[in-house]
């Protein structure tokens, strides 16, 4: 890391955004190399990597020190209601990469997921063992057993939910932001449906952070509180109205009570205790990132 450069593999994307401009912002624009398939963005190589080989799109691989693995079709119901076309990006095209990355001798640094697991549990560390219930859980850990089998110095990242603290942003915070601000009148939020959200910015802190410290293995990027949708969704309100009426009616529901293609796992809190011991990151509260949304928004 502190020679190479870094490749960002769905550099495009509201995680691959945020952590160019923070890489860039470290190590300096020439050291820092991005990828986009369908959203062009300056400087961004195109790659579709159900098209084209890694050694196609980017040249010089060996180059590279790590490349950080973004790119996915990172929607569970797309997932399912897809099966093949997302098993041949987020598995055949991974595994692909994969074995051209150990050829160069470049780093994976895999982007995996909370809903690795069951959700039976809640509170997961790095040891727990997976047992994914919906078809993208699946496909990820499939990855991160490949990796495991076969390239022990590969970094894996179960990432929890993420949110940003742009009004104009990605996350669910942000969105339920705008449907409030925008005068909706009824909110549902499910209850019974419970992770650690993770704020964007702490999540390219942590891969950052890794990278620097050589680790390796699996690490969980979680935020400090395991929270239901309900609660984060009244953190938000609760924060908005510190600076003014809000008239919202909030009902609370269960989770199945939305129409996923598969039924959700409930409780994939994560627990980051590895991630702060390796790295002395903080994770920030949904409460102070929502006071600066609200803050940002004004
Ligand atoms: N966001 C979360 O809450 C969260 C939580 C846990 C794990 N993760 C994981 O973190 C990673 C990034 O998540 P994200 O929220 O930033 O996802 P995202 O916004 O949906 O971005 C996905 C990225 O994949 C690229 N991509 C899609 N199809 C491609 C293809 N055929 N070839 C090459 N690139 C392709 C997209 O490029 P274009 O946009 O240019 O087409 C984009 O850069 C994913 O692997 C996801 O599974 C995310």
Redesign the pocket.
Same mark, same amino acid.
């Given at each position: 890391m502190s020679e190479g450069k870094i490749l960002v &593999?769905? *550099?495009?994307?509201?995680? *691959? +955004?945020h952590l160019c401009a923070r890489l860039a912002a470290r190590m300096g624009e020439d050291r820092v190399v991005a990828? /986009? @398939?369908?959203?062009?963005f300056s400087g961004g190589l195109k790659?579709? !990597? #159900? !098209?084209e080989s890694l050694v196609q799109a980017v040249p010089s691989l060996e180059t590279f020190s790590h490349a950080v693995? &973004?790119? !996915? @079709?990172? +929607?569970p119901d797309d997932c399912a209601r897809n099966p093949e076309a997302s098993r041949a &990006? =987020?598995v055949t !095209?991974i595994k692909a990469i994969i074995d051209q990355l150990a050829e160069s001798g470049t780093r994976p640094v895999f982007?995996?997921?909370?809903v690795v697991f069951d959700g039976y549990k809640g509170g997961y560390v790095e040891s727990d063992p997976v047992n994914p219930i919906l078809l /993208?859980g699946k496909q990820?850990a499939e990855i991160e057993e490949c990796l495991q089998d076969h390239v022990p110095d590969a970094l894996v990242l #179960?990432?929890? =939910?993420? /949110?940003g603290s742009n009004p104009a942003g990605?996350?669910v915070i942000a969105g339920w932001h705008r449907t409030v601000a925008g005068g909706t009148e009824t909110v549902r939020c499910a209850r019974d449906y419970t992770a650690s959200p993770v704020h964007?910015d702490d999540v390219a802190e942590a891969v950052i952070r890794l990278m620097e410290e050589g680790a390796t293995g699996i690490y969980h990027v979680a935020g400090p509180q395991p929270l239901s949708r309900l609660e984060m969704f009244e953190t938000l309100l609760g924060e908005m109205r510190r600076s003014g009426p809000v008239n919202v009616n909030v009902v609370s529901c269960s989770i199945d009570d939305f129409p996923t293609e598969e039924k959700r796992p409930r409780d994939v809190s994560m627990r980051s205790d590895r991630l702060m011991a390796a790295t002395g990151l903080e994770m920030r509260t949904l409460r102070s990132a929502c006071c600066d949304l609200v803050a940002a928004a004004s």
């Open positions: &593999l769905g *550099g495009s994307g509201f995680i *691959g +955004h990828t /986009y @398939n369908g959203t062009f790659f579709d !990597a #159900r !098209a693995i &973004l790119l !996915a @079709n990172a +929607h &990006l =987020n !095209a982007a995996s997921t909370e /993208y990820k #179960r990432i929890a =939910n993420v /949110y990605g996350g964007v």
